[in-house]
């Protein structure tokens, strides 16, 4: 596509549910990225895809979320039995190459409320 | 490892002024500075970069150049308008093999009639 698409724009859970968040990299990036951006916060990183790997998931800050990729295309990032510390801004970026020395291309985003 | 640290914010000009967003960072070698726009309600935009020591990036009327002597690479504009109000990331990535980029905590800007 045109740009990165992420899905849903915004989503509000029950505290304790799963969420699945998805992501529609520009077609070609063969690069995949997901940060986290809570209010007041900066950019934190959660994960790194280079084709269907994930060579780096250093940035996932417990065993309550995972993520996939599939086809060297879409990502899922999904949360199990979110908590209200969950609640954030969850973006994906997409790059040509694993070095990110153009610049990530960003989604604009899943805006995620646990209550 | 590496670090970025922005000026915090919220800075708040009214239109025309100059802007100067301060940016520095910690790296070994020689990474690439970027800095990234987020609009209201939208996902974060490359605004510009510098891949080495005493480049300028520009775009829009935007300029920052890549300091290695003070590790910096500070965000300046000479007249900005009301559409400028956003948040201002800066950024790190050492290239030539994968790093993730490393963000600063971004800076608030407020542009005022």
């Known amino acids: 596509g045109a740009g990165v698409s992420q899905s849903p724009s915004n989503k509000v859970t029950e505290k304790g549910k799963d969420v699945e968040l998805r992501c529609d990299p520009i077609s070609g990036h063969t690069a995949l990225y997901w940060y986290r951006q809570s209010l007041g916060q900066g950019l934190e990183f959660l994960i790194y895809f280079q084709g269907n790997s994930a060579p780096d998931k250093s940035g996932l800050p417990s065993d309550r979320f995972s993520a996939e990729r599939t086809g060297g295309s879409v990502s899922t990032l999904t949360i199990q039995r979110t908590q209200q510390e969950d609640s954030a801004v969850y973006l994906c970026?997409?790059?040509?190459?694993?070095?990110?020395?153009?610049?990530?291309?960003f989604g604009s985003g899943t805006r995620l409320t646990v209550v | 490892g590496n670090s970025v640290t922005q000026m915090e914010g919220p800075v708040t000009l009214s239109e025309e002024a100059f802007l100067t967003i301060n940016c520095t960072y910690t790296?070994?070698?020689?990474?690439?500075l970027f800095w990234y726009v987020q609009y209201p309600g939208e996902g974060l935009q490359l605004l510009l970069k510098?891949?080495?020591?005493?480049d300028k990036g520009s775009n829009k009327g935007f300029e920052a150049t890549y300091r290695k002597e003070t590790t910096s690479f500070h965000l300046e504009k000479g007249s900005v308008q009301v559409s400028d109000s956003a948040v201002y990331f800066c950024a790190l990535i050492h290239p030539g093999g994968y790093q993730k980029v490393t963000f600063g905590t971004g800076t608030k800007l407020q542009v005022i009639p």
């Open positions: 790296a070994t070698g020689y990474p690439s």
């Open positions: 510098a891949t080495k020591a005493d």
């Open positions: 970026a997409s790059s040509l190459e694993g070095t990110g020395g153009r610049g990530y291309t």
